[in-house]
């Protein structure tokens, strides 16, 4: 299993299912929400080294007071260990979550993920 600094970009043309990932992002999106069952989970979103966005990504099982001192929106940070897997879609005839065509490569977070703070002098 590989372990690359990576941007969108590259993980949807060249990283195949499967591989791990750390996406270097700048945050626009960190907001706290609940699952159904009242499990706490964070969503981030944010753009990559060349200016693409990630796309929401949900941090399962997380709650905001245990990501770093100082995630916010402006800050920079690296998503260590996110799993890339196709882009899936909801089935109304299979009542499931199906690959997405034409398919495309997304990233999620997974048990390895981890959030690394940048320099703080990054938030905005």
């Known amino acids: ?23 270097p992002v700048r945050l626009t999106m ?3 929400h609940e699952k159904w069952d009242g499990e706490p989970y964070l969503i981030l979103d944010g753009v990559d080294m060349t200016g693409r966005q990630i796309g929401a990504l949900r941090m399962w099982g997380l709650a905001k007071n245990e990501m770093p001192v100082g995630l916010c929106v402006g800050c920079c940070c690296i998503l260590r260990g996110l799993i890339v897997s196709l882009e899936k879609e909801w089935s109304s005839e299979h009542q499931k979550y ?19 703070m940048l320099d703080e002098s990054c938030a905005g």
């Open 1 to 23: 299993m590989s372990h690359q600094l990576a941007t969108m970009d590259y993980v949807r043309a060249t990283v195949v299912p499967g591989e791990v990932v750390s996406i």
């Open 30 to 32: 960190s907001e706290q």
């Open 98 to 116: 199906v690959p997405k065509e034409p398919h495309a490569n997304v990233v999620e977070k997974w048990a390895g993920t981890a959030v690394e």
